[in-house]
């Protein structure tokens, strides 16, 4: 099922010392609440490609001046930090977000006291996963009906009210109740009290309440291992460092290969590129020598990387001989260098950038091909694989991992299994990002410089994520013995589709 690898990842931050959450008690005064706001505003309409791509210029402004007019009287972080959520929220793009701190990770592991549990949302519940407090009572599995009085419907509502997310995609949104970012959220949004009565519903379907005192997620998760509730389920979920590229074949799926890719990775453009060259003929050397003729491509939990790795992937796996043009075009709005500070741009390198930039008559700029006026075109790969092709998306597959399903649905090259991506199936808005720490507040806000345009077919449901041909959800008791249901489903349609081609 979904791969928890954000756990391994918060593990791995364990080391910090534990701080006081000073942003509860934090008050900015209206000269403060300006400029920061103002230096939002101004990065947002110089800079943001896709400001008005899903919500019109009218409702945007409308937005940023409603904000605006509040600031006159001074407010606390947390209120002010719902207001650059808010505003982030109308823009629609999961690359328009902001945390409270620059140290995220800092800030949601030690900073902050929350409810103990690193919870899972499945199917708009939201389950215990590991308990993290030393009550014996909550089991994992145990699913959460309320928070000090608060439904999880209601608190819910708060998070998807805030959450970021791409065009109208909103089936995502329950990843905001996995880990670090469940804790970052009803921290800030919902309640920051130092002692939860929770309301349960138990393994056997019955209400049970118990109170929990507050802990920081650093001290939840050293308790995973004292609490013996946990012990079980733990080891299910232990795992080691994740592979860029990991191919498997499954010993119950004849003729049947996985690639699973965690991330689409590398130091540089094309550090990826040829990492990606590498391992495909790498693996389709080994899938010819045994006769594979079904391939599962696993994109679940991939948030993305480089966009060359998409490109490079469908190379491998096109049907036709025809060069194609994997993006259709990329939009640009940046006109000077004012925000160059906030990101991994020097001086130099816009000089370079704006050759690539052609200026329309709406102010915009369209992203051309340097070495030419004709498109930028991959050619397929002469070894490509010829065989049956199946992919596996949910929503933790984003950015250009989205956008690399996106590309291999609209050619049809194979079967989709799982759950909408949370990324826009004909492109998000990405490439390079600005960085930024606003100065007073110091929320950490990121916002892309390109709006890139897949050259894709519509999908018929527009403004959404990939969704896939058979939409295929996990069940709590798959939760407690880590059964991948959506890869077992594809396993059942390779056996099917077998028995069809078999000789009467």
Same mark, same amino acid.
């Given at each position: 099922?979904k791969?928890?690898?954000?756990l @391994? ?6 080391s910090?010392?534990?701080q006081?959450?000073t942003?509860k008690?934090t008050v900015?005064s ?8 103002q230096?939002y505003?101004?990065?947002?309409e110089e800079?943001h490609p896709?400001? &008005?791509r899903?919500t019109?210029?009218?409702?945007m402004?409308?937005?940023?001046d ?6 006159v009287? =001074? ?7 719902k +207001?650059?959520l808010h505003?982030? @929220?109308?823009?629609?793009c999961?690359h328009s977000?902001a945390?409270?701190s ?7 592991m030690n900073?902050i006291?929350?409810v103990?549990?690193?919870?899972y949302? #499945? ?15 909550? $089991?994992p ?6 928070i000090?009085g608060?439904?999880?419907?209601s ?7 805030y !959450?970021?997310?791409?065009?109208s ?8 109740f996995?880990?670090?970012l469940?804790?970052?959220? &009803?921290h800030a949004?919902?309640? $920051?009290s130092?002692r939860f ?6 393994l056997?379907?019955?209400?049970q309440?118990?109170h929990?005192?507050a802990?920081? =997620?650093?001290t ?7 609490n ?5 389920i ?5 795992q080691g ?10 010993k119950? @799926?004849d003729?049947?290969?996985?690639i ?6 590398? +130091? ?11 391992? #495909?003929? #790498?693996?389709?050397?080994? #899938?010819?020598?045994v006769?594979?003729?079904s391939l599962?491509?696993d994109?679940?939990s991939n948030q993305?990387g480089w +966009?060359i790795?998409g ?5 491998y796996?096109?049907k036709?001989?025809?060069p194609f043009?994997?993006?259709? $075009?990329?939009? !640009?709005?940046?006109?000077?260098t ?7 741009y020097?001086?130099?390198d816009?000089l ?5 930039l ?6 915009t700029?369209l992203?051309v091909n340097?070495d030419? =006026?004709?498109?930028v075109?991959?050619q397929?790969? =002469?070894?490509?694989?010829k ?6 998306i949910q929503?933790?597959?984003?950015? !250009?991992?989205?956008?690399? !399903?996106?590309?291999? $649905?609209s050619?049809n ?5 799982g759950?909408e991506?949370?990324?826009?199936y004909?492109?998000?808005n990405?490439s ?5 720490t606003?100065?007073?507040?110091g929320?950490y806000v990121?916002s892309?410089l390109?709006a890139?345009?897949?050259n894709?077919k519509?999908q018929k ?9 058979h939409?295929?959800?996990f069940?709590?008791d798959?939760l407690?013995i ?7 489903f594809v396993k059942?349609?390779?056996r099917?589709n077998?028995?069809k081609?078999?000789?009467?």
């Amino acid at each position: 099922m979904k791969r928890l690898s954000l756990l @391994a990842v918060l593990i791995g931050n364990l080391s910090f010392g534990q701080q006081i959450d000073t942003l509860k008690t934090t008050v900015l005064s209206p000269k403060q609440l300006k400029e920061d706001f103002q230096l939002y505003r101004k990065m947002l309409e110089e800079t943001h490609p896709g400001l &008005y791509r899903y919500t019109s210029k009218e409702h945007m402004q409308s937005t940023l001046d409603s904000v605006a007019s509040t600031l006159v009287k =001074p407010k606390s972080f947390y209120q002010f930090y719902k +207001d650059i959520l808010h505003i982030g @929220a109308q823009i629609r793009c999961t690359h328009s977000y902001a945390f409270p701190s620059k140290k995220v990770s800092q800030y949601s592991m030690n900073q902050i006291s929350t409810v103990p549990f690193y919870t899972y949302g #499945m199917n708009e519940k939201v389950y215990v996963l590991f308990n993290g407090s030393m009550n014996e009572g909550i $089991k994992p599995g145990f699913e959460i009906l309320s928070i000090n009085g608060n439904s999880i419907e209601s608190i819910k509502e708060q998070f998807y009210t805030y !959450a970021w997310s791409d065009a109208s995609i909103e089936s995502s949104k329950i990843r905001f109740f996995a880990g670090s970012l469940f804790w970052m959220f &009803y921290h800030a949004l919902v309640d $920051k009290s130092e002692r939860f009565d929770i309301t349960f519903k138990d393994l056997d379907g019955k209400l049970q309440m118990f109170h929990v005192k507050a802990l920081t =997620p650093r001290t939840s998760m050293a308790n995973y291992k004292k609490n013996p509730v946990n012990k079980s389920i733990l080891k299910k979920y232990k795992q080691g460092k994740r592979k860029m590229f990991k191919l498997g074949f499954p010993k119950d @799926a004849d003729k049947t290969a996985t690639i699973s890719i965690s991330v689409f990775g590398g +130091d540089s453009e094309e550090d990826a590129q040829q990492k990606t060259r590498k391992f #495909m003929d #790498m693996a389709i050397k080994k #899938m010819e020598k045994v006769g594979v003729e079904s391939l599962i491509i696993d994109l679940r939990s991939n948030q993305g990387g480089w +966009d060359i790795v998409g490109s490079e992937l469908l190379s491998y796996l096109v049907k036709s001989d025809e060069p194609f043009e994997y993006w259709r $075009k990329g939009i !640009a709005i940046i006109k000077d260098t004012t925000f160059l500070k906030y990101t991994e741009y020097s001086y130099q390198d816009w000089l370079i950038a704006k050759k690539e930039l052609k200026e329309q008559p709406d102010g915009t700029f369209l992203v051309v091909n340097p070495d030419g =006026p004709n498109p930028v075109l991959t050619q397929p790969k =002469p070894n490509r694989f010829k065989g049956d092709l199946y992919f596996l998306i949910q929503e933790t597959t984003g950015s !250009a991992a989205s956008e690399f !399903a996106g590309a291999a $649905k609209s050619r049809n090259l194979g079967t989709f299994v799982g759950s909408e991506t949370n990324a826009a199936y004909d492109g998000g808005n990405s490439s390079t990002f600005i960085k930024m720490t606003l100065p007073n507040s110091g929320i950490y806000v990121n916002s892309p410089l390109v709006a890139g345009y897949l050259n894709v077919k519509p999908q018929k449901i527009p403004n959404r994520g990939v969704l896939p041909h058979h939409e295929v959800n996990f069940i709590r008791d798959d939760l407690l013995i880590r059964y991948d249901r959506q890869l077992e489903f594809v396993k059942g349609l390779i056996r099917k589709n077998d028995k069809k081609t078999e000789s009467p």
